[in-house]
């Protein structure tokens, strides 16, 4: 039996399109057999006809996505040149203190880190790669880089697929999602432990030894706070810190913001590993994945039987 012919944009003419097409598929199996019906291709789907307006919260969405990722390179790039520069401070104050703590082998480590972050990356892209050729929309959502690629490069798939992400009516299915995620992105997070306790270091060597002005201070602070701790010196002490040299400043900024957004994936993966047990005991599979999978699976049916449903309507309004 012959396959049908395929127009230019790619819909399948024998059904008249690929929501269409899908629906054709759909009935066309037994509904008493419990099997997952096959999605169309991601990039063979209409997303255009009869759909509504984009929103601009949906517009800010995905240039926010657009944005963090093309930060990603400049991240890593901006890591390393912090780390070459901690180093030769370190060098050019000889620094005692600090350089306890960053023996000579710390860059070997920082730089076993790195690596770790980057071979995770490509192997995140070596299957996000196999999605795009194929188009899965499974794919799609359940792997990053494939699902930045796909939102980033049209608006309505991005729309499409932070529906099925972020299903708003399932409070439940949301809260799978974020365990499923945050315990797939666990690697992410250990590798960058070492990285983190050098920032800590700078960040900790910038406000109590590094900084001059604090050392102008020092004996002032000493007289008014000396039944206190040192933590009570670092308020005080911040004002005058952020007025000295540029570049220590710039640094100081940076690993601040690194730690806090680290400090938030540790503690969303702190949550999740103790959200997970719950879940396994709430879901109806024997495993978070396939019920993720499933709920792809389910929202996706919903989505593109509702986008035929407006087809439907505005063909007949049209007629």
């Avoid at 255009?48 to 919260?57: D, R």
């Avoid at 009516?169 to 432990?193: C, E, P």
């Avoid at 997970?276 to 994945?289: D, R, T």
Wanted: charge should be neutral; aromatic fraction near 12%.
């Amino acid at each position: 039996m012959g396959q049908p012919e395929q127009d230019i944009s790619g819909n399948d003419s024998a059904y008249g399109s690929p929501v269409t097409c899908y629906n054709h598929h759909r009935h066309s199996f037994d509904t008493s057999v419990s099997t997952s019906v096959p999605l169309p291709r991601l990039d063979c789907i209409d997303f255009t006809f009869g759909a509504k307006p984009i929103s601009l919260f949906t517009r800010i969405g995905r240039w926010y996505l657009l944005i963090s990722v093309r930060l990603i390179p400049l991240l890593y790039c901006l890591e390393i040149v912090f780390f070459s520069l901690l180093f030769a401070m370190v060098r050019m104050h000889n620094n005692v203190e600090l350089e306890s703590y960053m023996p000579a082998i710390f860059s070997g480590i920082l730089a076993v880190s790195l690596v770790l972050s980057l071979v995770l990356v490509g192997v995140d892209y070596r299957s996000a790669r196999r999605i795009v050729m194929s188009s899965s929309i499974k794919g799609a959502v359940m792997n990053h880089l494939a699902y930045y690629y796909f939102s980033t490069g049209c608006t309505r798939r991005y729309e499409f697929l932070s529906k099925i992400r972020n299903s708003g009516d399932k409070m439940f299915d949301s809260l799978a999602f974020f365990v499923y995620f945050r315990l797939k992105g666990w690697k992410y997070v250990v590798t960058q432990i070492p990285r983190q306790w050098g920032y800590m270091l700078f960040v900790w060597w910038f406000i109590i030894v590094g900084n001059p002005l604090k050392h102008q201070r020092e004996s002032s602070l000493h007289d008014t706070n000396s039944d206190q701790g040192i933590g009570s010196n670092l308020l005080p002490a911040i004002p005058d810190m952020l007025q000295s040299n540029t570049l220590p400043q710039a640094m100081f900024i940076m690993a601040s913001l690194l730690i806090l957004a680290w400090m938030v994936q540790l503690a969303s993966l702190m949550i999740s590993v103790l959200i997970y047990p719950v879940l396994l005991a709430l879901i109806p599979m024997p495993s978070l994945e396939g019920y993720c999978n499933d709920v792809i699976q389910e929202r996706t049916e919903q989505l593109l039987i509702e986008m035929n449903v407006k087809r439907y309507e505005s063909q007949t309004i049209l007629v």
